[in-house]
């Protein structure tokens, strides 16, 4: 499936979950619940070929070094950072050139090619070939003309494969700062975090959990891979609310990626996912499917070795990800989501959790 491990195995930052071990003599809404406790597993699992005792890959955790935390910290002057206007007087490649242009073809300024007071990162790739470096080595104040042919493959047909002239001043020259500075996370907002070594502590605290979290993430999908393989269903219709409830989440998901990637959802449908627009729905359907199949089976290997959550373990969990989310408090965040939910996937990452524990590493 291709997106279902995004909702049934990412850490306590999206969907976790909790739920108390169901008593023989409960009732039982498989067809409206929501949380797992209302729900019999064996109604639905009729058979787990194995559930522990599984030989494991030995997932490497990454290493976070200094040059791991230049990475972002590049990323976020680039990003984040103001450039400040230099007394710099010719153009070099990776200056921000603040420049007025006009775009000629055939003697006429053409549509859309005509700026003033742009800012152009040299070297960025933002206008077409051969325009940023037809800049380099031009004087603050000098105008010069660049000759250019838009790419015979330039998304307008208008001015694909059309030679045109750009007129183009150069007003000043901006500079970004070369390290991280107290003014640029003071920018940032962050609570409790001021100054840059402060923030520099934090950023690679931050990256050690993050490894240590795709480590564990690695081998719980490796698990549940193992225990789906192993699964025999007994053929009943899976919990309706359940599947209903994930495929929202997944048309939601998907057309958030598409106002992101500024596309219609019908574009990325069919050019991002590859799916055939007639096929979606259907699709849609059987990654539902396939995260309830998961969950049931958690559920079934949570009742048969009393696996529960308890009422700390679901507040630590639920404070946690308020912290993360920046929600001033659990109470508040805990209105935020759809409780069953966040319980039954944190029961999931529960138990895998417990088949890990009840499994070997293979050596290397």
Partial sequence: MLRKKSFVTMSTAAFLAAACVM????????????????ISAATYVKK????????????????????????????????????EISDKQVVESGDIANIDFEGIRDGVAFEGGTGYGYDLEIGSG?????????????????????????????FSADLAGAEVTFNVKVNYISVKPDKLTDEIIAALGLDGISTADEFMTFLRQTLEENAESAVMTASRDEVMTKLGAGAEFSGKELPKALVDYYAKEIKTQDQLAAHNSNVSLDQYITSGLGIDLNDYDNHVTEEADSIVRELLICDLIAEKNKITVTDEEYTEALTKDANLANVPSAEEYEKSIDVDI???NLLKNKVLDYVISNSTFAEE
Wanted: hydrophobic share 30%.
């Fill in 48 to 83: 787990l070929e194995q559930s522990e005792g599984f030989e494991l890959k030995k997932q490497q955790k990454e290493e976070i070094t200094d040059e791991t935390l230049d990475i972002y910290v590049d990323y976020l002057i680039g990003n984040i950072a103001r450039p």
């Fill in 342 to 344: 966040y319980r039954n």
């Fill in 23 to 38: 008593s023989a003599g409960c009732n039982k809404k498989n067809d409206t619940a929501l949380s797992l406790s209302d």
């Fill in 126 to 154: 933002s206008f077409i070939p051969g325009f940023e470096e037809g800049l380099i080595g031009v004087s603050v104040g000098e105008e010069v003309a660049i000759p250019l042919k838009f790419p015979d493959n330039y």
